[in-house]
């Protein structure tokens, strides 16, 4: 100590580290117990340091939400100077002036990417008739190059329709037998 009763800065920043490491022994306490809890405690814990109701009923979400909630509360949370330089660049569009030198040259200043999605080997070709016989009916569907036809109506796939005929849920690829071929299997 120097002077009468006021501390020299050394001693002070040890006070200070000691007061800090207890604050941080507890908080390190608290969190810890957060790993034990249930969905439902974490949620209730959630609700009286947020002050509503999590969307969420994953365990792990809401023990991160809650332990980082904590933490801003016991060590402060962002200072308004460094939320208004995260808002700044999160609307300012245009932090790239240049392109990377990497994309000058020949190469195009946009590159499309085509996705070719690959089709179902359990789909026949478009145009194919696929004829079932239910209950006494024949069923006719052609495969269209985005759908399936069934009567005058186009549908998404083949399990659409097999509801729309029996009246429960089918996987149409097994309504339809369209399941893999063993020579498909067998890479033939």
Request: aromatic share 8%; net charge positive; glycine share 6%.
């Amino acid at each position: 100590m120097t002077g009468a009763g006021v501390n020299s800065p050394r001693e002070q920043y040890g006070i200070f580290r000691e007061t800090e490491k207890a604050m941080h022994a507890e908080l390190n306490h608290d969190i810890d117990q957060l790993r034990h809890m249930t969905t439902a405690q974490l949620q209730l814990r959630y609700r009286e340091l947020f002050g509503q109701t999590s969307h969420s009923n994953h365990k792990d979400y809401l023990f991160r939400r809650v332990a980082w909630r904590m933490q801003a509360l016991a060590e402060g949370d962002l200072s308004e100077r460094a939320r208004q330089f995260a808002r700044e660049i999160a609307t300012d569009a245009d932090l790239r002036l240049r392109a990377p030198k990497e994309c000058v040259g020949d190469q195009p200043p946009v590159c499309v990417a085509r996705a070719s999605r690959q089709r179902d080997p359990r789909v026949p070709v478009p145009g194919t008739q696929l004829i079932k016989r239910y209950k006494n009916e024949t069923l006719t569907v052609t495969v269209l190059e985005d759908g399936y036809q069934y009567g005058e109506r186009v549908y998404k796939s083949l399990s659409a329709i097999a509801r729309q005929v029996t009246g429960t849920q089918w996987n149409g690829y097994v309504f339809f037998a369209l399941g893999l071929r063993k020579e498909m299997i067998r890479g033939e």
